[in-house]
């Protein structure tokens, strides 16, 4: 490698407080050549807030493929970059993937200054299991896309994780409860480290009544995290949460593909998820109850 190349920083940055940026993340805004920023407005606010005047120009979604090029050129050139996003972390659900990823195969130096994450700081709070956890971004964008990977959480066994805007955490939680059991417990963190940080541990029903009734419950930025479900690990018991998978995926797939869905999620034999995919198949149609009675 050439010790002529700059270096690329990935500084994360405050997620609300300001008073969150460490003092190594203040003095290499400082220090670098250029700054590569998610929203330039926004960025701008901090650095006036601690008089830092470094060029900044705009690297987010819709430009960063192209963006990263003339930035690794700068690298090669000798320049350093700071990268940043709006606020945390960047690359947790924020652009800038693919300029670490062409800087490292150009074997320019890629320096990580930690700081403030929206993840971790929600984890840290919420009083669920955090080893292991699975972070799975933003839950997507349609109802649903949203039921069908709320389904492929549903048997998880450990604390998963996701981001939600304002505008949809209301219709997110109807999807959830339209799939996970209503008595599953999750945490809503909601404007962290900011004037109304709200982080609330409730069954998915209760959160949901919360955000349904309160205005303020659907303003901000938030993170959501569900509890792990209890599984049997027994592959001869069907439990009524393999059962309402099942039903949830017979709704949208042929009944070989809902097996087989189901078998892959749940480790049960695809055998004895066939049996009772037929029999709820045979029930639906004859307009019986389709439930499973389980022993107590």
């Not at 690298?75 to 659900?93: K, M």
């Not at 994780?161 to 059991?181: C, K, W």
């Not at 919360?210 to 018991?237: C, P, W, Y």
Request: with cysteine; net charge negative; glycine share 6%.
């Amino acid at each position: 490698m050439s010790t002529d190349y700059g270096k690329l920083y990935v500084v994360a940055t405050p997620i609300g407080n300001l008073a969150d940026f460490s003092f190594r993340g203040v003095e290499i805004l400082k220090q670098v050549d250029l700054i590569a920023a998610e929203d330039t407005r926004h960025v701008k606010m901090l650095l006036q807030h601690y008089g830092i005047s470094n060029r900044v120009i705009a690297l987010h979604q819709h430009n960063e493929d192209n963006a990263a090029k003339g930035l690794l050129q700068k690298l090669h050139d000798g320049q350093s970059i700071a990268l940043v996003s709006d606020a945390g972390t960047p690359l947790l659900s924020d652009p800038g993937l693919p300029l670490v990823k062409m800087a490292k195969e150009a074997h320019v130096d890629v320096v990580p200054i930690p700081g403030a994450c929206a993840l971790i700081t929600a984890l840290s709070a919420s009083g669920l299991p955090v080893i292991p956890f699975s972070f799975e971004g933003f839950s997507p964008r349609t109802s649903s896309a949203r039921k069908t990977f709320f389904s492929a959480k549903l048997l998880c066994p450990t604390t998963w994780v996701f981001y939600e805007s304002s505008h949809r955490i209301l219709a997110s939680l109807q999807d959830m409860a339209e799939v996970l059991p209503l008595d599953r417990q999750i945490v809503i963190a909601r404007e962290l480290t900011k004037l109304h940080e709200t982080i609330v541990k409730a069954s998915l029903a209760n959160a949901l009544a919360l955000v349904a009734n309160d205005d303020n419950m659907r303003k901000g930025e938030f993170v959501v995290l569900v509890e792990g479900a209890v599984i049997d690990k027994s592959d001869q018991v069907i439990t009524p949460e393999h059962q309402r998978l099942l039903e949830i995926l017979l709704k949208e797939c042929s009944t070989k593909t809902a097996v087989a869905m189901a078998a892959e999620i749940t480790g049960i034999r695809k055998k004895l998820l066939y049996q009772v995919a037929l029999t709820l198949n045979d029930e639906e149609d004859s307009g019986e109850d389709a439930s499973i009675h389980f022993p107590p």
